[in-house]
């Protein structure tokens, strides 16, 4: 099937390029990065912009680094750059375990991260990651910076606080707790790439911290700031892992899809909490875990 | 129409083509190279899988107008002369039924050896996770690269 | 036991090389240049509906669109067993996604704004999409015309119902045989529709040129019996209708027969000079090719205290979608075949094929077996149970053994069940279950037997013509389809036998129907054993052919002569060694200078004359309609979650009577990739449509097949050789039942493991998780 709508393609050199042709065009061009979103959604008709605005050619926009413990990312950093990346296992493994469930080798060689977060759709895996390590999207149009937190950043399903003259220009993510370690649990439908039913991010340090986020539960990815609460400062047991999975129904609001059915979801959560918190703690202590074998079934 | 440059399994082309045309339709429809084949359109099924700058992507959701200035591979560019050893384990292996998916599962080995040249068998089937074969359930797949592997190895 | 020199060998694939290369030529490869014209569908968006109007003005001013056709155009009938379709929508349309017009333009993209144009007014009419619904009095008629639809003989439609066809199978005394139970057992099992997932879509390109020659591309496995289709339809000679298959990406019954080809055939025929290609997009492939039909079974078994089936009523009822013309024959051949591979005595069995608002059923992979053996053999298991019996005890108690009756009386082939079933308890360790290597997981073992014949009409043939090349190599010129399984490649080697000449010195290609004889279709499991035949009597003639030449010329006796090494040599003459290269075109020259012989072309013919289809219409006695069963057997070992439902299949063996395994590799294929497929329907294909007859998961997001990441950690293939007697070398057909056990395997191996019994397909992670832990658990 060809791609029927038509419009027009520039390649800027440079950032003020690039912003300017936003600035002119707005909500009627679009950033291409990666363009495994993005080409889809234009063949199924879903978007109709007059200008692709490719900024593959700008240099700089592909950077990642560890600065004083915090993660910085451009543009341009594919999901295959994020898993090569040395120190991220160490440093952010939840990142690390969600970029390897994106899709396959093909998409990830291209898709960004930070065209992921602008895709914004329910069911984002980089979104709990990047929840409980308090990420901060960078944007950027000819009036100036804004800085945007990664809770005020999904406004609704496929929309984000992104303004029609911005480009976003990086993200960068805090480790959160001095020592911590986390774990990116994500139910799909086999062993193959899958859209996640939903997933769960949990960041544990060793004196009784925790973050969690959580995906495909609600219009938004959001924190369950309720579990956070009943975990904060205690040692995890059987008996309040219990009461931390007796809480998810109230964090959440999932649907029933053609995925999955609310029920599922709601069960499989409280399996993903319970198996996730306990995994990170191992993790904390310095075993190696595959999340992907957690869940059974591969 | 704008005209785009690109390097094509070694050897410079260019080609007229519309902002709205894939790099998979131009590759097949204009530069006559027609290994890399259409499934779905979506990006699920990697038989449009080529390599640009060496890395396996989605022909299918790239538009031919981002090609320009790299250098893509196909199976045809693999071997210009002979079939690559990898390609002759394959062949001995029956590795293959129908072959529609057989184009982009050798450039993602392909690949995949470039940079692991002794990938455990979890790495093999990840690098191919995205290619979907309907015919073979991949296990001939496996042992050829596994053979291969071998055979490189002494 | 003859050692064969190419035979039962694992002769490397004669295609490999191509497709490997990149050079295999598939339908949408072929350039047609400057006179290519794209037709993009306008399909229908109601499940029922009375067309009031189509306006196609706007479609008509969009720059690159040429033409634009409908029902108007094309206003006949056609079908492979019944004509009940049309090349698009008359007055109604029938299923969400039926064709309703095309829009013909210079460019994809044009032919695709201008079908976005195209404005149809519809009617809506009451949907039916169950098929029990659709059997309710006074269910809403999808065909008010059916008693006027031109069918085989054998199809016994019901006018005034949405029956299309029921065929009866009676045998015995139902009653009787119940009465002798002691132990009764009565269920229901539900199997909904599944789709091909051929990596490959439809593709077709259909060109009349100006003398008046139509000619048809299509990726199809069936090019014969589609150019007399299209003949047929299109009123034309079957000599000016052609038919030319390239390389096909996969076909598993979804491109039998003629679904989407028939357009572009009949749209060529309004576009004079110009090739026009329709090829399907991911989403029109699943939703308007055939798909495998939707099954309600309700079994009821009686057991004597032996342990003995004494009576089986089995009634299956399909959903077979809004056109019939293919997916009766699936009723048809699981009415004649649902005991399974069992002997019993007292049977009855009504497959009635119904009428939806869905999408046409048709040829899938196993022709209706799996969706009955997934009832029949998780039936078999609770039935074990239920007598306190172990259940592979009690399958080869009842098995089905050589000239044991089948359900419609002739006497079963010489088969090798027992020792299937035998091999795979071994394989498997029956009994004896691995420990649980991770936390929260159970282990269950599941067990299935299976048997499928080819279903096909009585006169179902195949031919083959032969030619040598003056280097002695041969063109072997077929019609069967290599759709992956390996068709040219064991063709190849039975010619290789007779004649000595290596697997790859033989060049078989995809065929034309202009050049290569008649071939039926390439389904069923068939052609192994259909067109092996045919191969093996050509190359037979050759060898005739060579031998009376050698014996005119050198007068040695016939029966001394021999071919080996691609010469001819003589037992009692140990010097006469004379290659082929040196006569089989250029002749042999004598003494006195002059040449006797010449090219060597040879032909072989196969037609099943033994196979009839003259049952009695309420019972199915008598006949021949199924020319010998395969049988096999399979089991697995499967892992739990049993928190959250995920099952890993950690060992699966699959035994199956080749009778010949011609090319063993190739049957090794097979079994892997045929019991990958039917894991996957039953732990995670699954087909969702909304109220409205509307699929929502078009596409591999959503609809998912296997990947790399899903393959069994272990798979046992087995391969057992009770030979067929009239196959060639004793080989049998095997492509499709590897399929058939996977899901009663599953099934059983999950109420093994924790005692749930789960009735509907597909077993997915979630049904097993939410019967153990649901809220209407």
Same mark, same amino acid.
């Given at each position: ?35 495994? +979103? ?15 605005? +490719? ?96 809770? +005020? ?146 | ?60 959701? #790239? ?81 050829? #690269? ?9 | ?51 009031? !109007?189509?306006?196609? @003005? ?23 067993? /019944? ?36 404005? $149809? ?7 039916? %999409? ?33 029956? &299309? ?50 000619? $048809?591309? @299509? ?87 032996? !342990? ?43 497959? $009635? ?29 609770? /039935? ?68 499928? &014949? ?70 069923? @499991? ?95 006695? !008598? ?42 590799? %190739? ?8 019991? %990958? ?101």
């Amino acid at each position: 099937m060809a791609i029927a709508p038509t419009f027009e393609y520039a390649r800027p050199r440079n950032l003020e390029e690039a912003l300017r042709l936003k600035a002119q065009y707005r909500e009627r061009a679009l950033v291409l990065a990666g363009g495994t +979103d993005l080409i889809a959604n234009l063949r199924e008709d879903m978007i109709h912009p007059e200008l692709l605005i +490719d900024i593959k050619d700008i240099p700089g926009l592909d950077k990642i680094v560890i600065e004083a413990g915090t993660l910085k990312l451009g543009p341009l950093v594919t999901f295959t750059q994020l898993i090569e990346f040395g120190p991220l296992g160490k440093s952010f493994p939840m990142l690390l375990d969600a970029s390897r469930t994106v899709a396959s080798v093909g998409i990830r060689n291209r898709a960004t991260l930070v065209g992921n977060i602008c895709s914004a759709v329910p069911s984002l895996d980089s979104a709990p990651p990047l929840l409980c390590h308090e990420a901060v999207v960078h944007c950027l149009s000819l009036e100036g910076e804004r800085h945007i937190r990664i809770d +005020d950043w999904f406004t609704g399903p496929r929309k984000t606080a992104l303004k029609p003259d911005e480009i976003v220009t990086g993200i960068t993510l805090q480790p959160v707790f001095h020592s911590g370690s986390g774990i990116y649990l994500k139910l799909g439908r086999y062993g193959g790439e899958d859209l996640a039913q939903t997933g769960w991010g949990i960041l544990i340090d060793g004196a009784n911290h925790y973050r969690v986020a959580h995906c495909a539960l609600g219009p938004v990815p959001a924190r369950a700031s309720k579990i956070e609460a009943l975990l904060d400062g205690n040692q995890l047991n059987e008996a309040l892992i219990q009461q931390a999975m007796d809480l998810v129904p109230e964090e959440i609001s999932p649907i029933t899809d053609i995925r999955s059915s609310k029920e599922y979801r709601t069960h499989i959560s409280k399996v993903i909490l319970k198996r996730g918190l306990l995994a990170a703690r191992e993790r904390l202590a310095g075993k190696d875990i595959d999340p992907r074998t957690l869940l059974g079934g591969i | 129409m704008k005209e785009i440059h690109l390097t094509l399994n070694h050897e410079e082309r260019s080609a007229w083509v519309e902002t709205n045309e894939t790099l998979l339709e131009v590759l097949r429809d204009k530069l006559g190279v027609k290994s890399p084949k259409c499934g779905c359109e979506r990006g699920d099924c990697g038989a449009c899988t080529v390599l640009m700058d060496g890395k396996a992507i989605r022909s299918c959701l #790239v538009l031919a107008v981002e090609a320009e200035g790299h250098s893509i591979l196909t199976v045809e560019g693999l071997s210009p002369d002979k079939l690559t050893a990898l390609q002759e384990t394959f062949i001995e292996f029956n590795s293959f039924q129908c072959g529609f998916c057989a184009p982009g599962i050798i450039l993602a080995i392909t690949e995949l050896l470039e940079s692991h040249p002794k990938p455990s068998l979890e790495e093999i089937k990840e690098s191919i996770a995205g290619n979907l074969c309907r015919c073979t359930g991949y296990t001939p797949i496996f042992d050829a #690269v596994m053979a291969h592997i071998q055979r490189e190895d002494k | 036991m003859k050692d064969f020199k190419y035979i039962g060998k694992d002769v490397v694939r004669i295609d490999a090389r191509e497709k490997i290369s990149g050079a295999a030529i598939y339908g949408d490869d072929i350039d047609f240049g400057p006179k290519l014209l794209y037709a993009e569908i306008v399909a229908s968006t109601q499940a029922h509906a009375i067309i009031k !109007g189509i306006d196609f @003005s706007a479609a008509l001013k969009v720059p690159g669109v040429y033409k634009v056709f409908t029902g108007k155009d094309f206003p006949f009938k056609f079908g492979l067993y /019944m004509k009940d379709r049309y090349v698009f929508a008359q007055d109604k349309v029938r299923f969400v996604g039926e064709q309703v017009a095309a829009v013909i333009a210079r460019t994809p993209q044009a032919a695709k704004q201008g079908a976005k144009l195209v404005k $149809v007014e519809y009617e809506p009419l009451p949907v039916v %999409l169950d098929q029990m619904q659709a059997l309710e009095e006074g269910a809403e008629l999808l065909h008010p015309d059916l008693d006027s639809y031109p069918h085989v003989p054998w199809f016994f439609p019901k006018g005034g119902t949405n029956i &299309a066809h029921w065929r009866k199978t009676r045998k015995g005394d139902l009653d009787k045989g119940f009465s002798e139970a002691e132990h009764i057992l009565e269920d229901t099992y539900r199997v909904p529709r599944y789709a091909h997932c051929a990596i490959e879509t439809h593709v077709a390109i259909g060109m009349l040129d100006h003398g008046g020659r139509l000619t $048809v591309w @299509s990726s199809s496995q069936s090019p014969h019996t589609q150019r007399h289709l299209f003949a047929e339809a299109l009123g034309m000679s079957h000599k000016d209708v052609r038919v030319i298959a390239p390389h096909v990406g996969g076909g598993f019954g979804g491109k039998a027969g003629v679904t989407m080809e028939i357009i572009p055939a009949a749209l060529a025929t309004r576009l004079k000079g110009y090739a026009v290609k329709l090829r399907y997009t991911r989403e029109e492939e699943f939703i308007n090719t055939y798909q495998r039909l939707g099954v309600v079974a309700k079994i009821r078994m009686g057991v004597d205290k032996e !342990g003995r089936i004494t009576a089986l009523d089995h009634k299956i009822y399909w959903d077979a979608g809004a056109y019939v013309e293919y997916g009766a024959n699936v009723v048809n051949a699981v009415g004649l075949s649902a005991i399974g591979p069992y002997k019993i005595d007292n049977v009855s069995i009504d497959s $009635v094929c119904v009428y939806t608002n869905l999408p046409p059923g048709g040829a899938y992979r196993g022709f209706g077996y799996s969706e009955m053996l997934f009832g029949l053999e998780s039936h078999v298991t609770r /039935m074990a149970k239920q007598i306190g019996m172990d259940e592979i005890e009690f399958r080869r108690l009842n098995a089905i053994r050589e000239n044991d009756l089948t359900a419609y009386g002739a006497h079963m082939n010489p088969n090798g069940l027992i020792e299937c079933i035998d091999k795979v308890k071994d394989a498997i360790r029956w009994g004896d279950k691995p420990l649980p290597t991770r936390p929260h997981t159970r282990i269950g073992q599941g067990f299935s037997i299976f048997w499928k &014949a080819p279903a096909m009409p009585p006169n179902a043939s195949s031919s083959s013509f032969l030619k040598f090349n003056e280097d002695a190599s041969i063109n072997l010129i077929i019609s069967g389809m290599d759709i992956g399984q390996g068709y040219q490649t064991v063709m190849a080697q039975i010619a290789a036998e007779i004649l000595s000449v290596p697997p790859h010195r033989i060049r078989v290609e995809t065929p034309d129907t202009d050049r290569n004889p008649y071939e039926w279709q390439t389904v069923a @499991s068939h052609i192994t054993w259909s067109s092996g035949n045919s191969v093996k009597a050509a190359a037979l003639d050759a060898r005739e052919q060579i031998l009376d030449l050698i014996t005119r010329v050198y007068h040695y006796p016939k029966d001394e002569l021999y071919l080996e090494d691609e010469a001819v040599k003589c037992h009692t003459q140990p010097n006469f060694i004379l290659p082929l290269r040196d006569f089989v075109v250029n002749g042999i020259m004598t003494a006195d200078g002059t040449f006797k012989g010449g090219p060597i072309n040879a032909r072989g013919m196969y037609m099943p004359e033994f196979s009839s289809t003259n049952g009695d219409p309420e019972t199915s006695q !008598g006949g021949h309609p199924n020319v010998h069963y395969t049988v096999g057997a399979a089991a697995l070992n499967l892992e739990i979650d049993e928190e959250t439902g995920k099952m890993k299949v950690l060992k699966a063996a699959l035994a199956i009577d080749a009778g010949k395994a011609l090319n063993p590799d %190739l049957v090794r294929g097979q079994i892997t990739g045929g019991l %990958l497929q039917g894991l996957a329907t039953v732990l995670y294909e699954d087909m969702r449509y909304d109220a409205s007859g509307k699929l929502l998961n078009p596409n591999f997001t959503d609809y998912k097949i296997p990947t790399s990441m899903d393959v069994p950690d272990e798979i046992i293939p087995i391969i057992v050789e009770v030979p067929q007697p009239d196959g060639p070398f004793g080989a049998r057909g095997i492509g499709e039942h590897t399929m058939l056990p996977a899901a009663p395997m599953i099934a059983n191996a999950v109420e093994d493991a924790l005692g749930v019994r789960i009735k509907s397909m597909p077993v997915t992670a979630e049904k097993v998780a939410m019967s153990l832990f649901g809220e209407d658990k």
